[in-house]
């Protein structure tokens, strides 16, 4: 009886909120506090009060184990551990390099005809072309050549 109580309080003084808000022409505020005002009314006439009063006692009773039992330490330290361990292997498959080993693969191996061994030949390095420099200001050779050219 006094949650009823409570409840239909709360939802009259939001309401009668909402109304000040609406005489203040803040319509959209107005509305926003209209819709929370209905909640304490709504949760009351669904019978989630009890629900609501379980859930917050059985929270309370897991924060006071967080605190004092060293058993739940231990699961915190395992989930860390699991999450660890998925983050990291999510981010090793996504390098491309191979953890499982060679063992997976045989068969695909097996099916696939060996291909010769491609060496990649070394390109010699590109000399400048009119003797540009190599600086940060080669682009602007050509510039520099007009420039002398003109004598500036």
């Known amino acids: 009886m ?7 309080i709360l939802t009259a003084g939001g309401v009668a ?6 005489y203040r022409r803040r319509f959209l505020s107005a509305t926003r506090w209209f819709a929370v005002a209905l909640l304490p009314a ?15 006692r059985e ?10 039992d060293p058993r739940v330490w231990t699961g915190i330290a395992l989930l860390g551990v699991s999450a660890a ?12 390099t191979p953890v499982e ?7 695909a191996a097996a099916a696939a005809p060996e291909r010769p061994a491609v ?3 070394p390109k010699a390095p590109k000399k400048p072309a009119g003797g540009k420099r190599e600086d940060a200001l080669g682009d602007f050779a050509d510039v520099e050549e007009i420039l002398r050219k003109r004598g500036i």
């Open 2 to 8: 006094l949650s009823a109580a409570i409840s239909f």
């Open 17 to 22: 909120f909402a109304g000040l808000r609406a």
């Open 42 to 56: 709504g949760i009351y006439l669904t019978g989630l009060f009890p629900l609501a009063s379980t859930i917050a």
């Open 59 to 68: 929270f309370a009773d897991w924060a006071t184990k967080l605190v004092l």
């Open 85 to 96: 361990l998925l983050v990291t292997t999510r981010w090793v498959s996504r390098r491309g």
């Open 101 to 107: 080993g060679a063992q997976e693969r045989p068969a």
């Open 119 to 121: 060496t990649p030949t």
